[in-house]
């Protein structure tokens, strides 16, 4: 099994309880378990998978997300039944179905509970917020690509994601406040369903 996350910071409660030991420059073991720290975005999050020395059997990605649900309070671990690529506004059909075809929508797991939109930047109010605003999702830079990935190699994937901000103008501030107790809130989440 592969376990992915974005970031280091997050990453940090589960390597140490899992007393993983680095093997790569961002990739660690623990026991028959790989650890692999992505970096941000969907891009460098597949470039990152592409390069292991192996094909893993199955991926979970854990890591944060903002919430475009008021409903899904901080800290809420979420399992994501279908991630899709953000698409800027296109303004005809066409550009649409290009976009549809070749980044369609992935759907991971029938009992998940929240859909998963991936953006190639940072939520932090603005025009983006505004577009993708009004959905029950949470949204990251990293979930698409390795959705796609997994699909591409023919392998189960499952990622949880932990409501560490709402998106809005102070998110970036938020996440950093946040990152310390979702680091540990997911490491529990991956004893408990391993």
């Known amino acids: 099994m592969l376990?992915?996350?974005a970031t280091l910071a997050e990453a940090r409660a589960t390597l140490q309880a899992c007393h993983a030991k680095q093997i790569g420059p961002h990739l660690f073991q623990d026991g028959k378990?790989?650890?692999?720290?992505?970096?941000m975005g969907y891009c460098r999050t597949m470039v990152?998978?592409?390069?292991?020395?192996?094909?893993?059997?199955?991926?979970l990605n854990l890591g944060v997300a903002g919430a475009l649900d008021p409903e899904w309070s901080l800290y809420t671990c979420l399992s994501i039944r279908r991630v899709e690529l953000y698409a800027?506004?296109?303004?005809d059909e066409?550009?649409?179905r290009i976009h549809q075809n070749a980044f369609p929508l992935i759907t991971l797991d029938s009992k998940g509970i929240a859909e998963l939109i991936t953006t190639p930047m940072p939520i932090h109010g603005g025009d983006l917020y505004n577009s993708v605003n009004g959905s029950k999702k949470l949204v990251d830079m990293e979930g698409y690509g390795i959705a796609f990935t997994a699909q591409e190699w023919g392998i189960p994937c499952t990622i949880i994601k932990i409501v560490?901000?709402?998106g809005k103008e102070n998110a970036s501030a938020e996440i950093q406040k946040?990152?310390?107790?979702?680091?540990?809130?997911l490491s529990e989440e991956l004893l408990t369903t391993q």
């Open 33 to 39: 378990r790989y650890i692999l720290i992505t970096g």
């Open 3 to 5: 376990i992915t996350f």
């Open 164 to 166: 560490s901000d709402f």
């Open 94 to 96: 066409g550009a649409k």
């Open 178 to 185: 946040n990152l310390e107790i979702c680091s540990k809130k």
């Open 48 to 59: 990152r998978l592409g390069d292991l020395p192996f094909r893993p059997e199955s991926i």
């Open 88 to 91: 800027p506004k296109a303004n």
